[in-house]
């Protein structure tokens, strides 16, 4: 349930502040890299929860639109396509939402 809550908020938070500097500057920080892990494993781990799944792939899609940070999502994202892909079957079977938000990031 908390896991859940900080990932509304930081998607909330990344949906706000897209655009600005301050979203290319959060980029910067040390923990970015483990921040883009977590939020893989919330989208690997969708058959155990959904719910994360759809807000870790809102965080991922935030971050891309934010032109600064582009170039590396997209490497990111390419070498994580799998998990992507897996997410959006396992909602088109199952979590409509979850293949919808998938559908976004992949069309990227």
């Not at 032109?67 to 990111?76: G, K, N, S």
Request: charged share 15%; glycine share 2%; aromatic share 6%.
């Amino acid at each position: 349930a908390i896991f859940n809550l900080a990932l509304t908020a930081f998607s909330n938070a990344l949906e706000v502040l897209s655009g600005t500097d301050t979203a290319h500057s959060f980029t910067k920080n040390k923990h970015f890299s483990d921040i883009l892990s977590v939020l893989m494993d919330g989208i690997a781990n969708a058959s155990k929860n959904p719910h994360n799944a759809v807000l870790s792939i809102k965080c991922l899609t935030h971050l891309c639109q934010n032109a600064p940070t582009r170039v590396m999502m997209f490497e990111e994202l390419e070498q994580n396509s799998n998990i992507i892909e897996e997410a959006y079957l396992l909602g088109y079977h199952t979590h409509a939402l979850l293949q919808d938000t998938s559908q976004i990031l992949l069309d990227m």
